[in-house]
């Protein structure tokens, strides 16, 4: 039976779930970004500080990355991801309660410890509903919570820092994924032989379908050591590192680059904070489509990369000068966050299945370390210099090694577009 007869269940029923939940965890992430100025005043620290708290949820994030995926493997995606959403969801309220800068960044490790756990649990949830040949695409759709977050609490924070105050915007926004908590227990099903709503067509499509991959992948056993010594997985790490460095570094102070250039109202700045997410947004859709339809995940990620560097440069210099096209090019540079599904369509498709657990782990435990140098280094150069100017270049940069890391990943895979047999194995570029 052909993909197109089979039905689109598992597209209708986990996906959005699955996508929801994710915007809330990007919420809860992003938006001290525009706490820290009302919390510089408040709390008495410089915005070296305030890049440390930003950053510090990374190394919270790296503490169980790889025991996240081993979990879920193990007690199931709807499990794991439902206690931590009740957690998170906690700590992220606990942030509008701290008094000092120890008490922030000891809330934010936590939340990033929690935090840490979803994303490895979510691919392992991914990679049992959707083969490989819709995995770039489910990806893509899973991680349009981030733009779609920022496009909601930009807007969203920015009237309530003019309203009322950052402790009353961390409270309101960590309500919604303990209520989203429960239509995930009830909602997920950790793969198809478990859900009752889907039909046994849909069924026996996916089934087939990771079978047959799970026979022609290499053959590797399933430990961290291995993952460790294997050479895509560093080259993926690290690629992912200079990349999220560049990445989340600029979208955590974006707010503050906005404001740096227009000046305007906490209103105004979450509302022209929102633009560069709808290009991510519509750049995530477009990009996921064409690197499933040619299978250059590779070069698709490098493309998205180098043109974020371009993009970012003219933004950096423009900003003083001409303004209007400063902001014209931060909205086209968030095309580049598009480069998360390609990017994680590369080790399902390169690594075997029994040792995604922890190469993903790895991988993106090793990346999220950009999450905690990339807001940091942000905010001593800030510090140093009284500018945005260095940052930002620093984060261009960032991008630019990413993209020619990526070029390095090699390895002969069975091409996912031949179904005759293993036997007709080719180098894939991916």
């Given at each position: 039976?052909?993909?197109?007869?089979?039905?689109?269940?598992?597209w209708l029923?986990?996906?959005?779930?699955a996508?929801?939940?994710?915007?809330?965890a990007?919420?809860?992430?992003?938006?001290?970004?525009?706490?820290?100025?009302?919390?510089?005043?408040?709390?008495?620290?410089?915005?070296?500080y305030?890049?440390?708290?930003?950053?510090?949820f990374?190394?919270g994030?790296l503490?169980?990355q790889?025991?996240?995926?081993i979990?879920?493997?193990?007690?199931?995606?709807?499990?794991?991801?439902?206690?931590?959403?009740?957690?998170?969801?906690?700590?992220?309220?606990?942030?509008?309660?701290?008094?000092?800068?120890?008490?922030?960044?000891?809330?934010?490790?936590?939340l990033?410890?929690v935090?840490?756990?979803?994303?490895p649990?979510?691919?392992?949830?991914?990679?049992?509903?959707f083969?490989?040949k819709?995995?770039?695409r489910?990806?893509?759709?899973?991680?349009?919570?981030?733009?779609?977050s920022?496009i909601?609490?930009?807007?969203?924070?920015?009237?309530?820092?003019?309203?009322t105050?950052?402790?009353v915007?961390?409270?309101?926004?960590?309500?919604?994924?303990?209520?989203?908590?429960?239509?995930?227990?009830?909602?997920?099903?950790?793969?198809?032989?478990?859900?009752?709503?889907?039909?046994?067509?849909?069924?026996?499509?996916?089934?087939?379908?990771?079978?047959?991959?799970?026979?022609?992948?290499?053959?590797?056993?399933?430990?961290?050591?291995?993952?460790?010594?294997?050479?895509?997985?560093?080259?993926?790490?690290?690629?992912?590192?200079?990349?999220i460095?560049?990445?989340?570094?600029?979208g955590l102070?974006?707010?503050?680059?906005?404001?740096?250039?227009?000046?305007?109202?906490?209103?105004?700045?979450?509302?022209?904070?929102?633009?560069?997410?709808?290009?991510?947004?519509?750049?995530?859709?477009?990009?996921?489509?064409?690197?499933?339809?040619?299978?250059?995940?590779?070069?698709?990620?490098?493309?998205?990369c180098?043109?974020?560097?371009?993009?970012?440069?003219v933004?950096?210099?423009a900003?003083?000068?001409?303004?209007?096209?400063?902001?014209?090019?931060?909205?086209c540079?968030?095309?580049?966050f598009?480069?998360n599904?390609?990017?994680?369509?590369?080790?399902?498709?390169v690594?075997?299945?029994?040792?995604?657990p922890?190469?993903?782990?790895?991988?993106?435990?090793?990346?999220?370390?950009?999450?905690?140098?990339?807001?940091?280094?942000?905010?001593?150069?800030m510090?140093?210099?009284?500018?945005?100017?260095?940052?930002?270049?620093?984060?261009?940069?960032?991008?630019?090694?990413?993209?020619?890391?990526?070029?390095?990943?090699r390895?002969?895979?069975?091409?996912?577009?031949d179904?005759?047999?293993?036997?007709?194995?080719?180098?894939?570029?991916?």
């Amino acid at each position: 039976m052909t993909q197109s007869k089979v039905g689109n269940g598992r597209w209708l029923r986990i996906m959005p779930i699955a996508f929801i939940m994710y915007t809330f965890a990007y919420i809860d992430r992003n938006n001290i970004g525009f706490g820290f100025a009302g919390m510089q005043k408040d709390l008495g620290f410089s915005a070296a500080y305030s890049g440390l708290a930003g950053g510090i949820f990374f190394i919270g994030f790296l503490v169980f990355q790889v025991h996240g995926g081993i979990w879920a493997r193990k007690y199931g995606a709807r499990k794991v991801i439902t206690i931590c959403l009740v957690i998170w969801s906690v700590f992220a309220f606990l942030t509008g309660t701290v008094h000092n800068i120890a008490e922030l960044l000891a809330v934010r490790f936590i939340l990033g410890m929690v935090e840490g756990i979803v994303w490895p649990a979510s691919l392992i949830l991914i990679s049992n509903w959707f083969p490989q040949k819709e995995r770039a695409r489910a990806t893509a759709y899973f991680m349009l919570g981030t733009p779609i977050s920022a496009i909601i609490m930009s807007p969203i924070s920015g009237y309530l820092l003019d309203h009322t105050s950052w402790r009353v915007m961390f409270f309101i926004e960590a309500i919604p994924p303990l209520a989203w908590a429960l239509l995930w227990w009830f909602g997920i099903s950790d793969k198809p032989s478990l859900a009752k709503w889907i039909s046994k067509e849909e069924k026996d499509y996916i089934e087939t379908s990771l079978a047959s991959e799970n026979s022609s992948a290499n053959v590797s056993k399933n430990g961290f050591l291995v993952a460790l010594k294997d050479r895509n997985v560093m080259v993926l790490s690290f690629s992912g590192f200079f990349g999220i460095m560049g990445l989340y570094g600029l979208g955590l102070w974006l707010p503050t680059v906005v404001k740096t250039i227009t000046h305007g109202s906490n209103t105004m700045v979450g509302l022209i904070s929102a633009l560069p997410w709808i290009s991510a947004m519509i750049g995530s859709i477009v990009i996921s489509h064409l690197s499933d339809r040619t299978g250059n995940h590779k070069g698709f990620y490098a493309l998205i990369c180098t043109s974020g560097t371009i993009f970012l440069l003219v933004a950096t210099f423009a900003g003083t000068i001409h303004p209007y096209v400063a902001i014209i090019a931060l909205i086209c540079l968030n095309l580049s966050f598009a480069k998360n599904a390609p990017f994680w369509a590369i080790p399902t498709a390169v690594l075997s299945r029994d040792m995604l657990p922890n190469s993903i782990g790895i991988i993106n435990g090793i990346g999220n370390l950009g999450g905690f140098f990339g807001p940091y280094v942000f905010g001593l150069l800030m510090t140093f210099t009284h500018s945005t100017k260095a940052g930002t270049t620093f984060f261009s940069l960032s991008l630019l090694v990413s993209a020619l890391l990526i070029l390095m990943i090699r390895q002969t895979v069975s091409n996912p577009r031949d179904t005759k047999s293993p036997k007709h194995a080719t180098e894939t570029t991916l």
